[in-house]
């Protein structure tokens, strides 16, 4: 069973940076895709970004282009999202996912395509 533990959220000031990372186990984190999620309090869990397997494909939630970074290292078995110019509106629950099967393009930012979630992480921007 892949298990997914986030980690490196924080409070922080509206402007700043946070780098959060999303640990895998239990699986080889090549053979997998992975989603960023958020959910803030009140709101449905919304898509954030996407990478592939081989990081060819990558995607962003409109809301977060220009500020937030996917990326991913399989030998560390290990993916990042860098958040930079954090925003209050940035304020959730963020969770990573794993899809047994890997989303069309179109897909990637749906929760109902993923199968596997870590526990998740807050993170709080204060203006």
């Known amino acids: 069973q892949l298990q997914l533990v986030e980690s490196g959220g924080g409070l922080v000031q509206s402007g700043e940076s946070l780098r959060l990372s999303c640990v895998v186990s239990?699986?080889?984190?090549?053979?997998?895709?992975i989603g960023w999620f958020r959910q803030a309090p009140g709101k449905e869990r919304e898509g954030v970004s996407y990478?592939?397997?081989?990081?060819?494909?990558?995607r962003y939630a409109d809301s977060v282009k220009g500020r937030f970074t996917i990326s991913r290292d399989n030998g560390r078995r290990t993916v990042y999202l860098q958040m930079n110019d954090l925003k209050p509106e940035d304020t959730a629950v963020y969770y990573c996912a794993a899809p047994k099967s890997v989303p069309l393009l179109s897909q990637s930012l749906k929760s109902e395509f993923y199968d596997y979630w870590g526990q998740g992480t807050q993170v709080t921007v204060s203006s």
């Open positions: 239990g699986g080889t984190l090549a053979y997998y895709a």
């Open positions: 990478i592939s397997t081989d990081e060819e494909r990558v």
